[in-house]
């Protein structure tokens, strides 16, 4: 299994912010999408950063004007990027080991979704289930 399968299920929609936007434009979008994560992109819609919910948490911790922060002062610069072919095994593995929850998916130069390790466990639990019911269809014949 690979993110194409996670996207072809879930949907490859992204929702994206610029750098220049505010923290509290970034929390409309996450209320209004239901997510807990952006992807920043420049002019040309390359990613630049990312920003989630518990970011701007943290950031509210040292800065009690954080709504009016653009997105760019509590972003993270360093977006590790994902592929479509990308096995789901190795994806978790590096997120987990970067500690990271979402990461966006690149192809041909945009940005094409988002996974995140929520998905990864469902996409894993899905593949689990369709093996047990292989397996018992196996065992009852």
């Known amino acids: 299994m690979n993110i194409e399968n996670v996207l072809t ?14 923290v509290k434009e970034a929390l409309e979008l996450f209320a209004k999408h239901n997510i807990g994560a952006l992807v920043a992109v420049d002019d040309a819609h390359r990613p630049v950063g990312m920003i989630t919910e518990r970011g701007i948490l943290r950031s509210a911790l ?9 997105v760019a002062a509590v972003m993270t610069r360093n977006v590790i ?9 190795s994806v978790a593995h590096t997120m987990t080991e970067k500690r990271i929850r979402h990461l966006p998916v690149m192809h041909h130069g945009k940005v094409v979704g988002i996974v995140s390790l929520g998905d990864l466990v469902k996409a894993q ?4 289930e369709g093996q047990v019911v292989t397996l018992e269809t196996q065992l009852s014949d």
Not at 81 to 88: Q, T, V, Y
Not at 125 to 128: E, S, W
């Open 9 to 22: 299920s879930k949907g490859g929609g992204v929702v994206t912010i610029r750098p220049d936007q505010t």
């Open 62 to 70: 040292t800065n009690d004007h954080v709504l009016a922060e653009t």
């Open 81 to 89: 990027i994902g592929h479509p072919s990308d096995d789901l095994m």
């Open 125 to 128: 639990r899905d593949h689990y």
